[in-house]
């Protein structure tokens, strides 16, 4: 990735590529305090994170997710300008938005299911987490058939609001504790421990579609004693290369097998921790 006055550029074996080409080349796995913001319950949080899932697994799905998008821009301004034309975009937005839907849902039933695994593994009781998906409309992926009829009842508030108010923009991903968002239930130490298995689920439904990824996590041990650490390293950290940073050093000394790289007046150590 190049940086200028114009903008970024993407550079692969030398050569300027667009942006699915370029994540072919090595997924990554994120938690830091922005990541954070989905469990805090941020929407548009968890909408970017089902379409990372779903764009990381096969990149090229990108387009799909761009098509949607720049369709929705487009009725957006009609709507804004108060112009004709909205049966045409109402259709294309409706065919677009059922592929979105379909590729949401189903990443969410396999992440949902990688995500038990990984609290069952942890052993650390917490309890047990439910993904909810509400699609927009609720019953888009039977078709767009059924996507333009949800439009069509919308149009006058539509016109009335002047924005779209059907479609996948508003979707919603509940994660939930017996019931309840654990945005509103979990400690700062669960909500924690909870992102860094939801990230290593994430890690597993890549390794199973053959993109084995980088996993970063952004002091990992705020918010965790050292052994609910242990817990989640054990499943975050088991079969995959995890670049985690941290400012206490007895956390390496509490993990088995990692390479620890220290910072100190701009030089770097390096150290193997048995």
Do not use: C
Not at 31 to 52: F, H, K, Q, V, Y
Not at 88 to 95: I, K, M, Q, T, V
Not at 225 to 236: I, M, P, S, T
């Amino acid at each position: 990735m190049r940086w200028g006055a114009e903008g970024s550029d993407r550079w692969r074996d030398g050569k300027s590529v667009a942006l699915a080409d370029y994540l072919e080349v090595l997924p990554v796995v994120s938690w830091t305090a922005r990541e954070d913001e989905i469990l805090a319950g941020l929407p548009e949080r968890r909408r970017r994170m089902l379409d990372g899932g779903v764009v990381a697994a096969q990149p090229k799905r990108l387009a799909v997710l761009s098509h949607y998008r720049r369709t929705l821009g487009q009725k957006r301004e009609l709507l804004r300008r108060r112009q004709g034309g909205l049966d045409e975009w109402n259709a294309l937005l409706a065919s677009a938005a059922v592929e979105v839907i379909r590729l949401r849902a189903d990443f969410v039933d396999r992440l949902a299911q990688r995500l038990t695994a990984a609290l069952n593994r942890s052993g650390l009781g917490l309890p047990e987490v439910e993904l909810r998906y509400g699609s927009s409309p609720p019953d888009g992926a039977d078709g767009a058939e059924v996507v333009l009829a949800r439009m069509e009842e919308r149009r006058e508030d539509e016109r009335r609001l002047h924005r779209p108010l059907v479609g996948p923009h508003l979707d919603r991903l509940q994660i939930l504790w017996q019931g309840v968002d654990v945005s509103r239930v979990a400690s700062a130490g669960e909500r924690k421990a909870l992102g860094l298995l939801l990230a290593a689920a994430q890690a597993e439904e890549l390794a199973a579609a053959g993109r084995a990824p980088l996993v970063l996590a952004d002091d990992v041990d705020a918010e965790l004693d050292l052994r609910a650490l242990e817990a989640v390293w054990r499943v975050l950290a088991t079969d995959r290369q995890v670049l985690a940073s941290t400012n206490r050093a007895e956390v390496a000394e509490r993990l088995e097998g990692v390479t620890v790289r220290q910072v100190d007046g701009g030089e770097m150590t390096t150290e193997t921790v048995p």
